[in-house]
Each structure stands twice: as structure tokens, then as C-alpha cells.
């Protein structure tokens, strides 16, 4: 199995790369945001609860995430490999992640950190909410909620699998084609070494 984590702040352009690496890698794509805005649009408890702290651009409670990973790693298996896009986002996410994993005689291989400024992201993100009706993209209130959760919770992450030499850094800005390339670059350097 080939497991990656795609890493970054919020509108740092993991959403928009999962797409294009799934279809490239044939990784299954588990997305913590769709899976709970799909749970949000089909008006379940768990949508309910997670709606009034998404729309306060904060993250939704550890264990809720969790349940959701650890069906989805159930419901999968025969995936080749998965793409974690917005997961995990807390060090207590990352530990469960990587026991889920081991359970399954398997690990995390690569995290691409993408590193976007924070103007940068705002910008984003804003024009995203002018046509996505994302209601945690509406305002620069919320979207600066959603950056500090980043910065005060997520981005430890990233330490967590720096002390197991497993995160590369890649800059998040140019062109979504450009950056595109220089994931595939990473990940297939890493493929080719697991060989
Ligand atoms: P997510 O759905 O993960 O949303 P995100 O971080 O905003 O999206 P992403 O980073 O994928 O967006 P992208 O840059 O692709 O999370 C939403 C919320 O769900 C969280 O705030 C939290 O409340 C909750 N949640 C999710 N997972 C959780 C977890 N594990 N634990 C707790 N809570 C959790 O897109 C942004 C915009 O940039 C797009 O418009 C795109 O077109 C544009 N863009 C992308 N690349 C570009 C480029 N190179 N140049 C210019 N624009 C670009």
C-alpha cells in the first residue's frame, strides 16, 4: 500500500491537488471536509453538530473524525493506497491514524506540506465563497478562525511526522499545473525508493 497525507492551511490547495492525484496514483481519496459536508447536506446529528463549529471556522471534535476515518479505512479494503486530504489535523488524529494504519500492517509513506502565505490564502478563499456557498468562506472573520485553528492545533502535525523524516515541503503557490508537477515528482521519487 502507498498511504500520502496532504498537508497545508486552509485553501492551501489540498482539495484542488487530491482531485488530480487520485486520478494519477489511484489512491482512494478520504477528505475529512467532504465526508462531513456530505453528513451536513443529508441533515444527519453528526452533520448537525459538525455544521455550528464549521461555520465558526472551528474543527470539529477529535473523536468525530475519527469514527469517520476509521469506517472509511474499514469500508476500503481493497484500496491500493489513500490520499488523506484535511486529516489528520490534531496530534491526537495523527496517533490515531497511524494505529489504524499499523492494524493494517501499513503506514503513512509521504506528507507533502503545501506552504502558502497567509494573504495569499485569504484570497483564495474568498473567491471561493463568491460561488461556492461554503458558509466558512463567506468572511475574512471566519476564514482568520479557520488559519489560527490551523496554526494553534494542525500545524504540530507536521512535526509529528517530521521526527519520522517523513514530511516534504512544497511551495503552494504558481500555478495549480506547476505545483501538480512537483507533487508527482515527490511521490513518485518515493515509490521508486520503495521498490
Ligand atoms: P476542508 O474541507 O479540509 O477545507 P479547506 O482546508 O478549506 O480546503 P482546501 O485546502 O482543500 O481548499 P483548496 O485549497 O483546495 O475543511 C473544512 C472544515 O471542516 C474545517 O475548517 C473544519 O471545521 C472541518 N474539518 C475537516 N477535517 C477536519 C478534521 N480532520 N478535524 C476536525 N475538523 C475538520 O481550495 C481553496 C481555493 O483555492 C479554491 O477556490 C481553489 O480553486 C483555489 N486554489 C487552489 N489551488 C490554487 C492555486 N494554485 N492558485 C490559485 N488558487 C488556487
Do not use: Y
Given at each position: 500500500m502507498f498511504n500520502l497525507i496532504l498537508f497545508g492551511?486552509?485553501?492551501?490547495?489540498k482539495g484542488t491537488q487530491s482531485e488530480k492525484l487520485i486520478a494519477k496514483f489511484g489512491l482512494r481519496h478520504l477528505s475529512t471536509g467532504d465526508i462531513l459536508r456530505s453528513e451536513i447536506r443529508n441533515g444527519t446529528a453528526l452533520g448537525l453538530e459538525a455544521k455550528s463549529l464549521m461555520d465558526q471556522g472551528q474543527l470539529v471534535p477529535d473523536a468525530v473524525v475519527i469514527g469517520m476515518i476509521r469506517s472509511a479505512l474499514e469500508h476500503n479494503p481493497e484500496a491500493r493506497g489513500f490520499l488523506f486530504d484535511?486529516?489528520?489535523?490534531t496530534n491526537a488524529q495523527a496517533d490515531t491514524l497511524d494505529a489504524l494504519l499499523a492494524e493494517k500492517k501499513t503506514a503513512i509513506n509521504i506528507v507533502l506540506a503545501l506552504q502558502v502565505s497567509k494573504s495569499e490564502l485569504v484570497k483564495r478563499l474568498l473567491n471561493r465563497g463568491l460561488t461556492s456557498g461554503r458558509t466558512d468562506d463567506v468572511n475574512e472573520a471566519i476564514i482568520g478562525s479557520r488559519i489560527e485553528e490551523y496554526e494553534r492545533k494542525t500545524a504540530a502535525v507536521a512535526d509529528h511526522y517530521k521526527k519520522v523524516n517523513k514530511v516534504v515541503y512544497i511551495?503552494?503557490?504558481?500555478?495549480v499545473e506547476e505545483i501538480f508537477r512537483k507533487l508527482c515528482d515527490e511521490i513518485e521519487e518515493k515509490l521508486k525508493s520503495k521498490k
Open positions: 492551511p486552509p485553501g492551501s490547495g484535511g486529516f489528520p489535523r511551495p503552494g503557490e504558481g500555478s
